[in-house]
């Protein structure tokens, strides 16, 4: 097939676009380069790449041409990036995923997946795990713009029977991620011998997804036509103070492990307990993510960073 990725340069969207290369398909990736270019130089040597934002109708139409499928990943990420820029986020979201939509009904394009996000299930604390059925509760500039993006999604699919997929990820982590996220943070403070900073008393808990495991989930779902919204989950959750534990033992760090107040701004993305369920993913598509947190950690730990820096 022939596959748009925007946001294809970042984090995700860099090892979907391995994936999808190395399984022979055609790939055009979009992305503006703002946080930097974390594709491999191989698949970078194999793809089209076009340098520019999802915000610009003209460009997204061009790079769609003659597609199956536009896969959405472009997005304004991190907590405190996104806090300082609630509008520009806003902005990305939603005239990003208008453009997608346009740009898909202008080339015939019959399907198109999209970036979502765990964030959307707010504040809420349930006593199992959340579930695409739960009433969501979103809290940020962010979590809002990609649940809108949801129903503006299931909304074409509705009216024009453009077929949508929604992923909602639940706190992915693998080699390439930078320090805007907590795991490569850690990382870098444990290996540098530096304080391992954890906003609060640590004991919020996170579902985090290798990323590997992701990559399929979404590989998978590629196969699924009509409107479906899926979480990508592990189904197990960790308390941030037992992943910074994790990350200095393995690392035969030193470092100790600091507790600070987290800055207001972060209030409405600091969530007590977050766990999801893949019941769904697996009953559509036969596959849920298994790979154990210990177990991604050290993989990133074996790949990304090299015996010197130990």
């Known amino acids: 097939m022939k596959i748009l990725i925007t946001g294809g340069a970042g984090f995700i969207g860099s090892h979907l676009a391995d994936r999808l290369v190395y399984e022979g398909h055609t790939i055009i990736v979009l992305d503006s380069l703002l946080r930097g270019n974390k594709l491999a130089k191989a698949t970078f040597d194999k793809i089209e790449f ?92 962010y979590a809002m713009a990609k649940r809108y993006n949801e129903i503006y999604l299931a909304s074409h699919h509705q009216e024009k029977g453009l077929n949508t997929i929604s ?54 779902c590629m196969e699924l036509d009509g409107c479906e919204i899926i979480n990508i989950a592990n189904e197990e959750e960790y308390d941030i103070k037992k992943v910074a534990q994790m990350i200095k033992e393995i690392t035969n760090s030193s470092s100790e492990i600091k507790y600070i107040e987290a800055p207001k701004k972060r209030y409405d993305y600091e969530v007590g307990r977050r766990i999801g369920s893949s019941h769904k993913l697996e009953k559509l598509t036969g596959y849920k993510p298994t790979t154990k947190l210990a177990d991604g950690l050290r993989e990133i730990l074996k790949n990304q960073y090299t015996k010197n820096n130990i």
Do not use: W
């Open 50 to 141: 076009i340098k520019g934002d999802v915000r610009d109708l003209d460009l997204v139409v061009r790079a769609s041409t003659n597609c199956d499928i536009i896969i959405h990943m472009a997005a304004v990420l991190g907590v405190d990036i996104v806090a300082d820029n609630p509008a520009e986020t806003m902005d990305v979201e939603i005239i990003g995923t208008r453009n997608v939509v346009t740009a898909a009904e202008m080339n015939n394009v019959k399907k198109v997946m999209y970036a979502s996000t765990s964030g959307i299930y707010g504040h809420s604390i349930f006593e199992k795990s959340l579930s695409e059925e739960v009433l969501v509760d979103p809290k940020t500039s």
């Open 167 to 220: 992923l909602r990820f639940f706190n992915v982590y693998g080699m390439r991620q930078d320090n805007r996220m907590v795991i490569p943070l850690f990382f870098e403070q444990a290996l540098d011998k530096l304080p391992i900073s954890v906003f609060g008393s640590g004991e919020q808990t996170r579902d985090f997804t290798y990323i590997d495991d992701t990559i399929e989930a979404v590989v998978r």
